[in-house]
DNA sequence: TATCACATGTAAAGGGTTACATGATTGC
DNA sequence: GCAATCATGTAACCCTTTACATGTGATA
């Protein structure tokens, strides 16, 4: 699934610019579980105006570019659903945390502490941003963000009970690998 | 941190061949959180050769490509310490799963169900397959292990407990998107 | 005064996946 | 007989990231 269809996502929920699109997957509702940034979102929007799943009017500005302002036509809305009822492709994760912790016993205890600290300390701050809904959130939002405070939850408490184990295995103080 | 650390990361467990290499992406230890494949493993010992990072002997064998046999150099243990050292990337997350679930309300209660359904026995595998550990595991293995135990589990936790939110927004049977 | 928010877009470079190419052996 | 395992490697394609290019208005 590409970035042509998570815009088509992303209008589902009322016309947007390429701006606001890119501001969805920063900071808003596809922040957590997906990312796509200007140079692939502005393309997209191209390429989906000229296949005619989206529609585009230009909305003039003084002392600044023409806002573009993107909705979705019924032949887009059709393209999702099609997307949707494909088989979806298995969640990705990718962790260079996760990694660097195979090599504690090799690391400095002091890294494997700051390690677990900064890790911490970013997903203490995740949490916060998704305990409270927002108004305008739909039923899915909803569901998404209990799903991520759900996870983000058992992981902090995974390692604050677990820390220990790999700061013990780790050296001393001096680096060995 | 790109495929050429990650077969550094691989070698400190011992000599390894391209294939073995791959098997810890596809199946062994890296498989969980971490993706890479021939068409960068292969490219990617060859340049680590060059560099000196590790060092690489042929094995012949009839009836089958030599085995190439590669080992991590002092330079390829030191290189992937100060890896180690640098600000590691944050976790990469990327769900379709979470994705559509945006759009349950729009969707037939059918499909969502079975995207649920789907992404829990998908679940139950994994946490089946990361239960019992390796006896030749290292202390970093088991922890990342269980460490992806607790998340899986908290994960079908919440599923099994709210599918219903999603489940009753969606549609009767009719795609609306 | 400097940074952030607004606002769009392009191009080069980098990196990875997928598919291709080859071929024997073992187990079902 | 067919699939899976062993074993290496290349190349085209795809996509993304990053940097560049431009400029205003508000806020700290």
Known sequence: MQVTTLCLGALVF????GYEINK???DGPFSHFLDASYGSIYPALTRLTDEGLVTCKAEPQEKRPDKKVYSLTEKG???LGEALQQTLAPDKFR???LFAVL???LLPRSRVRTLV???LAAMKEKVEQMTDPDEDDTPGMDFARQYGLAVYTAS???LENN???IEEIATEEEVHV
């Open 14 to 17: 009322g016309e947007a610019t």
């Open 24 to 26: 969805m997957f920063e």
């Open 77 to 79: 809305r059709r393209s």
């Open 95 to 97: 962790s260079e945390f």
């Open 103 to 105: 090599f504690a016993h």
């Open 117 to 119: 600290d900064q890790r």
């Open 156 to 158: 902090i408490d995974f």
């Open 163 to 165: 820390r220990h184990l």
